[in-house]
């Protein structure tokens, strides 16, 4: 993932990450990427892994790089609640993962500062002498996605993020500004007092070199809200994080916004339609392609509004050697021996052990 980011700031434009659960949404993402020649981040929660139990995802995912030979995809680990946790990642495939120390391991817990820095910096350890990128986290985000969150929202210190940058060695930042996971963000439009766009400036000005994460960056389209109540469905009115706001941040240093709730209602809605409208229909598939349409247009409009669309062909994807050998050359400390390949079976098996 690191190399998206990297040619992202060189290119001044933003990634979307998407999560996925699925192979609809799998395929959605890679349609859309292909059709507006972007590079793209699939992300997976831990409730995504236990969902598809790793390997379907870890398959769907080698489909994926086989089928769309010209799309470069990174596979990350959203909010990986410890070490163990993004090892185990990391031992499945995934290209990238992040670290959320901002939380204890359960998930919940406001962590403290040092406790953030120390898992971190193991995580970032580990998965350099590998050649995976890491994502670290500071101040908490509001709402709860599949379990993960505390529920308040703690921003970001800029200069705990100097800090933080320092001491782990992290890739990227997830900065907290006052955005929630899930649909219900803001109760009303989002202004300058709920989302602190000014704090973005204000880290990336004190670190200019860091690739800045948005989460919870769903902008919760009244369309897509509108569609799930029309047929059936009972959303409260609510406010995502506008477009344009999303857009200042990538001026100011964002390069990765993270999107699910948007693809969600968009999957929902197409979903409700056809079986409000067709009570006799059961063939699955009649409701499953207008939805990966549904998903695979919210992908295409954030790609090319992140400015993502028409950069696919700017780099040949480097392999996870040739990152490891970089980053053994930035920390300027021995190559550390390649881990002997462990059956992904057996070290899934171990990290599992370990997570217990
Ligand atoms: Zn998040």
């Keep these: 993932m690191r190399q998206l980011l990297d040619e992202a700031a060189f290119g001044g434009y933003g990634v979307g990450a998407f999560n996925v659960n ?25 409730g995504a892994r236990q969902y598809t139990n790793d390997r379907f995802l870890i398959h769907l995912m080698e489909a994926a790089v086989e089928l769309y030979p010209d799309v470069p995809v990174a596979l990350h680990l959203d909010h990986g609640n410890s070490p163990e946790t993004c090892l185990s990642a990391i031992a499945q495939g995934f290209t990238s993962v992040m670290m959320d120390g901002s939380l204890l391991a359960d998930g919940k817990t406001p962590s403290d500062f040092e406790y953030n820095v ?22 908490t985000l509001g709402g709860i996605e599949d379990g993960h969150g505390s529920g308040t929202v ?16 992290i890739d990227a930042l997830a900065v907290a500004i006052g955005t929630s996971h899930g649909a219900y ?15 973005i400036q204000d880290i990336n000005d004190r670190l200019p070199e860091t690739h800045l994460v948005m989460h919870g960056s769903s902008s919760v389209p009244k369309a897509l809200v509108d569609r799930i109540n029309e047929y059936g469905g009972e959303i409260r009115p609510t ?19 993270n999107v699910d709730t948007d693809a969600r209602l968009a999957m929902t809605g197409a979903v409700r339609k056809v079986l409000f409208e067709k009570t006799d229909e059961y063939d699955p598939r009649a409701y499953l392609k207008p939805a990966r349409e549904a998903m695979k247009a919210v992908y295409a409009e954030r790609m090319r509004q992140f400015g993502q669309a028409g950069h696919a062909g700017d780099c040949k994807p480097k392999s996870l050697e040739t990152m490891r ?7 300027g400390e021995p190559l550390p021996p390649l881990p002997g390949a462990p059956l992904p079976s057996e070290a899934l098996a171990e990290a599992r052990a370990d997570e217990r």
């Design 22 to 46: 699925n192979m609809e949404q799998i395929q959605a993402v890679m349609e859309a990427a292909e059709e507006t020649r972007s590079p793209v981040i699939i992300q997976a929660s831990r």
């Design 118 to 139: 120390a898992v971190t910096l193991e995580v970032v350890e580990q998965a350099h002498a590998v050649g995976v990128t890491v994502e670290g986290e500071l101040g």
């Design 154 to 169: 703690q921003l970001t210190d800029p200069d705990q993020a100097v800090e933080f940058v320092e001491r782990t060695g």
């Design 185 to 199: 963000k803001f109760t009303s439009p989002p202004t300058g007092d709920v989302l602190a766009m000014k704090l």
């Design 239 to 257: 406010w995502g994080v506008p477009v344009e706001e999303i857009q200042l941040g990538i001026r100011h240093g964002v390069r990765k916004i």
């Design 325 to 331: 050998e970089a980053y053994e050359i930035d920390l």
